[in-house]
Each structure stands twice: as structure tokens, then as C-alpha cells.
């Protein structure tokens, strides 16, 4: 039997059951304390938006442990699509890579007159 004491949190919907249109926040309201602002409210977005097949893939991905091999199996797809996935999913979840700069593309940058030479020698100097 359910306890009925115990409130339980639906998602909110997105459009008007009534007209289809979209519905906007007009309350929020804090469950510790109570208290509660009233108005109008933009959208709460979480920060990354991503479709199905990504969000399925970061499921399989955790139950896997971390595991590509794993992975593969219970998706049954190669290894180039779950690394190919691995990325989309890194671009969805706001993640940058901070790869060096190569001595080539600074050459052409400071070439191009993009970057002085100050900044060019600075580039080469970092690892």
C-alpha cells in the first residue's frame, strides 16, 4: 500500500491541456522554508538540452561503469558510434576540450596577423 503522507513530484507540464499553448511559471516556492514568489517567471531550462539516443546512451554508459566494451554490447553498436556518442554527449553537457594549441596553427595565426608576436611566443611556451 502507498503511503499517501509522502508527496510525490510529477514533471510540470509543457503546454495547456486546454488550448495547446505554452505554459509559463507563475509561483515557485521553497520546500524548506515555505515561502513561496509569485509573478511571471521565464522557463527553468535545465543547462544542456540533448535528444534520446544521447540521453539513453549516458544511461548505458554509468550502468556500464564507464566501460566502452560494455557498452558496445548492450547497445549493440561499434566502437567509432559509442565514441562518436561520447563526444555529442560531451558537447551536450557544455564540456570543452582544452587541447594545447599546435606550434603549427600559432605559426599560421601569427602569419595571418591574428596574433602578435608576444602572444604567438607565449602560446609556444605553455605545455
Same mark, same amino acid.
Given at each position: 500500500?502507498?503511503?499517501?503522507?509522502?508527496?510525490?513530484?510529477?514533471?510540470?507540464?509543457?503546454?495547456?491541456?486546454?488550448?495547446?499553448?505554452?505554459?509559463?511559471?507563475?509561483? *515557485?516556492? $521553497?520546500?524548506?522554508?515555505?515561502?513561496?514568489?509569485?509573478?511571471?517567471?521565464?522557463?527553468?531550462?535545465?543547462? /544542456? @538540452?540533448? +535528444?534520446?539516443?544521447?540521453?539513453?546512451?549516458?544511461?548505458?554508459?554509468?550502468?556500464?561503469?564507464?566501460?566502452?566494451?560494455?557498452?558496445?554490447?548492450? *547497445?549493440? $553498436?561499434?566502437?567509432?558510434?559509442?565514441?562518436?556518442?561520447?563526444?555529442?554527449?560531451?558537447?551536450?553537457?557544455? /564540456? @570543452?576540450? +582544452?587541447?594545447?594549441?599546435?606550434?603549427?596553427?600559432?605559426?599560421?595565426?601569427?602569419?595571418?596577423?591574428?596574433?602578435?608576436?608576444?602572444?604567438?611566443?607565449?602560446?609556444?611556451?605553455?605545455?
Amino acid at each position: 500500500m502507498k503511503d499517501m503522507t509522502e508527496k510525490q513530484n510529477y514533471p510540470a507540464p509543457e503546454q495547456c491541456p486546454v488550448c495547446s499553448d505554452r505554459l509559463f511559471v507563475r509561483e *515557485l516556492a $521553497c520546500h524548506g522554508c515555505g515561502t513561496r514568489i509569485k509573478g511571471d517567471f521565464e522557463e527553468i531550462k535545465p543547462p /544542456f @538540452t540533448m +535528444d534520446d539516443e544521447l540521453f539513453n546512451f549516458i544511461k548505458v554508459f554509468i550502468f556500464a561503469e564507464g566501460s566502452i566494451k560494455q557498452s558496445e554490447k548492450m *547497445l549493440n $553498436c561499434s566502437y567509432p558510434k559509442i565514441k562518436n556518442l561520447l563526444k555529442k554527449s560531451k558537447v551536450a553537457l557544455g /564540456f @570543452t576540450e +582544452d587541447r594545447p594549441e599546435s606550434s603549427g596553427s600559432i605559426i599560421d595565426q601569427l602569419d595571418q596577423g591574428r596574433i602578435d608576436i608576444e602572444t604567438a611566443l607565449e602560446k609556444l611556451q605553455r605545455p
